[in-house]
């Protein structure tokens, strides 16, 4: 069956770095499967961080992350990392990858709803 299973995640001082992984298994190709990934902090609602797509490897950002965020991709391992650089405590949240069959993201790359498989999250905590 479907399944995404993040990793990476954990607790670290200001400053400092983290790489999540996500490892997608159970699709019948990595070729149309688009990524992103997503974070909640409690009492907040669940926001787009970074998403890619498999056609050109496009990548997006949300302005909150981009230039310390950096997501890739490694389609022979079928997982998607988000690499994040100095982190902040307002970066404390869950954070989740979640999957889309289409080839190519546009501006709705962050929209939750059009994402069907999701991951159950990593904790990153950063004090």
């Known amino acids: 069956h479907v399944q995404l299973v993040e990793s990476g995640g954990g607790s670290v001082n200001l400053g400092r770095s983290l790489n999540l992984s996500c490892e997608a298994s159970?699709?019948?190709?990595?070729?149309?499967?688009?990524m992103g990934w997503f974070r909640q902090a409690p009492g907040k609602e669940r926001e787009g961080l970074a998403a890619?797509?498999?056609?050109?490897?496009?990548?997006f950002y949300a302005d909150s992350v981009k230039g310390r965020f950096t997501i890739s991709q490694d389609k022979a391992k079928s997982t998607v990392y988000l690499q994040t650089n100095s982190l902040k405590p307002e970066d404390t949240a869950m954070y989740y990858c979640?999957?889309?069959?289409?080839?190519?993201?546009?501006?709705?790359?962050?929209?939750?709803?059009?994402?069907?498989?999701w991951g159950r999250g990593t904790q990153v905590t950063v004090s």
């Open positions: 159970g699709f019948p190709s990595m070729q149309r499967l688009s």
């Open positions: 979640a999957a889309r069959i289409v080839c190519r993201l546009g501006v709705r790359w962050s929209v939750l709803y059009e994402y069907k498989y």
């Open positions: 890619i797509d498999p056609t050109y490897g496009r990548t």
